[in-house]
């Protein structure tokens, strides 16, 4: 069973400019949750995917944009950069049905802003 | 609102007993959790339990709930120096679409 993977694992962009990060959610697991954890501080929700639509969102900006594909990988779009977006990008799948809803997440993206 | 807290650091000596404590403001969260982080990773489920629970055990690891005060432990039994980590207590509502997280205790393991 491949469990969650993400890429790039490291990014280094500049302001203004727009990011792109991608997952592979694992097998069986149809919705994916991204989330942003700031150097010291714990995961904020950013946004849901399930069967390729936004399924609830958290406190950022129209900048932060997803997508979610048929095989339920997705990709988290951030544009105009700021330095406030420097953080470990986290990806996390779930199965549907799943009663106990727990989250497997990959090991992140590391994005700098600089 | 939504919002759960933890003290920021934790140290014990190999062997000891570690307690992690957590606080909770939403009544009508239905799931805790407990997720483990090294560094250089992203976070892996320990174990969690259902509100309707006041404890649960699985191996060396207890959770406790007090579901009146709104707090959540979790002990690990004969800590060893690979449990250092951090370690986050986090919540969710059934239906609800978000876990939300602690900022997440230090857990250092002297041998």
């Known amino acids: 069973e491949t469990g969650v993977t993400q890429s790039p694992t490291h990014l280094i962009k500049t302001r203004g400019q727009q990011v792109t990060l991608r997952c592979s959610s694992q097998s069986g697991h149809n919705t994916v949750s991204w989330y942003q954890q700031a150097l010291g501080q714990g995961p904020q929700f950013i946004f849901q995917y399930y069967r390729e639509e936004e399924n609830g969102r958290g406190n950022f900006p129209p900048r932060f944009s997803g997508l979610q594909f048929p095989n339920y990988s997705s990709e988290l779009n951030v544009n105009a950069l700021e330095l406030d977006d420097s953080a470990l990008y986290l990806c996390a799948s779930s199965p549907s049905g799943d009663r106990d809803e727990k989250l497997f997440f990959g090991s992140g993206t590391q994005l700098s802003v600089l | ?111």
């Open chain 2, 1 to 111: 609102g939504e919002d759960v807290e933890q003290s920021l650091f934790l140290s014990v000596r190999e062997g000891d007993s570690s307690v992690i404590n957590c606080t909770y403001t939403d009544s009508s969260s239905t799931y805790l959790y407990w997720y483990k982080q090294e560094p250089g990773a992203g976070l892996q489920l320990l174990t969690y339990i259902f509100s309707n629970m006041d404890m649960k055990q699985d191996q060396r690891l207890t959770v406790l709930l007090n579901k009146k005060d709104k707090h959540l432990s979790l002990r690990i039994a004969d800590t060893q120096t690979g449990d250092s980590a951090i370690y986050f207590c986090a919540e969710k509502n059934t239906g609800g679409f978000k876990t939300i997280f602690g900022a997440g205790t230090r857990l250092f393991v002297k041998a």
